[in-house]
């Protein structure tokens, strides 16, 4: 549980190194798109404890952030 903690810490963290760093706003939104993803998967399996749950209910709760992150692309692309 401590490796997941930590990594989700990591996933928090390293879009605002990258920041501090001077990185382009936009690698910090593909960047913090991609991340949501991985913090959104992490957080379904493990503290949720979806990893045991039937294959639909897993679907259900994991397919929300890639959906989101998906619309929110699309409108920044838009833009």
């Given at each position: 549980?401590?490796?997941?903690?930590?990594?989700?810490?990591?996933?928090?963290?390293?879009?605002?190194?990258?920041?501090?760093a001077?990185?382009?706003?936009?690698?910090?939104?593909?960047?913090?798109f991609?991340?949501?993803?991985?913090?959104?998967?992490?957080?379904?399996?493990?503290?949720?404890?979806m990893?045991?749950?039937?294959?639909?209910?897993?679907?259900?709760?994991?397919?929300?952030?890639?959906?989101?992150?998906?619309?929110?692309?699309?409108?920044?692309?838009?833009?």
């Amino acid at each position: 549980m401590l490796a997941i903690y930590v990594a989700l810490m990591v996933c928090t963290l390293v879009p605002v190194v990258a920041m501090q760093a001077g990185a382009d706003s936009s690698v910090l939104i593909w960047m913090v798109f991609a991340l949501v993803v991985v913090k959104a998967t992490l957080l379904v399996d493990h503290f949720m404890e979806m990893r045991k749950a039937p294959i639909g209910w897993r679907f259900a709760a994991q397919a929300w952030a890639p959906a989101v992150v998906s619309a929110l692309a699309v409108i920044h692309g838009v833009n």
